[in-house]
């Protein structure tokens, strides 16, 4: 389902240390229209602007064909709903690491 070869070089371009999994695309209603949930984390001191952001969802996108929500790991963390934030960080399962 998820073309790896297609993602490591756009973890590597962009300084990802950590990709997972979350959401439909491990569950069985994951279907033809279902979008696909990442949850990433920069190598220490990579900071990222808007525009770059952007163009980042965009080469996800292209690699996998659907749309993508890309939701940097700290976030979730630093998240108040806990009841959400327990369900990402559990479910989550990583499919590359620097």
Known sequence: MVPLDK????CRNWGIRELAL??????????PESDV?????FVPGRRQTLFERVQ???????ALGRTV???ERS???ESPNY????QILK???VIYAA
């Open 7 to 10: 993602l490591i070089p756009i």
């Open 22 to 31: 979350f959401g439909s695309a491990l569950r069985v209603d994951f279907g």
């Open 37 to 41: 949930d990442l949850l990433f984390t």
């Open 56 to 62: 980042m969802i965009q080469d996800f996108e292209t």
């Open 69 to 71: 929500d890309l939701v």
């Open 75 to 77: 976030a979730i963390e």
């Open 83 to 86: 009841i959400r934030r327990r």
């Open 91 to 93: 479910s989550a399962e």
